[in-house]
């Protein structure tokens, strides 16, 4: 499980947590992780769903979320529902890898 005061560590740049038999779901505390611009989750047990709060509210002033967000790493876990619209609101992203067959189209 990742723990939720993963969220504490507010200067972290690149957290790396692949292929570490995770499971539970994506605490929201990863929406304090303003700096983060690379997340890699993939390969563990992750369930859930991706809940939009992780993500910048599209406003443009947002202060919470992923916003420095470049790689978002994902893939071979176990997360199912829609991917959020949210998602979109991540201005710097260059690599999305949600390799996962539970995962459903965006949700409008």
Same mark, same amino acid.
């Given at each position: 499980t990742i723990p939720t005061s993963i969220g504490t560590l507010s200067k972290l740049q690149f957290l790396d947590l692949s292929t570490n038999s995770? !499971?539970?779901?994506?605490?929201?505390?990863?929406? !304090?992780l303003t700096q983060v611009y690379e997340l890699d989750v993939s390969r563990n047990n992750i369930t859930g769903k991706l809940d939009s709060r992780l993500f910048p509210d599209g406003s443009g002033k947002s202060k919470t979320g992923l916003i420095s967000l470049k790689n978002f790493l994902l893939q071979t876990n176990e997360l199912g529902g829609k991917i959020p619209e949210e998602i979109g609101n991540l201005k710097h992203l260059v690599i999305l890898a949600l390799d996962d067959k539970s995962l459903l189209g965006l949700e409008l």
């Open positions: 995770l !499971n539970g779901s994506l605490p929201l505390s990863l929406a !304090n």
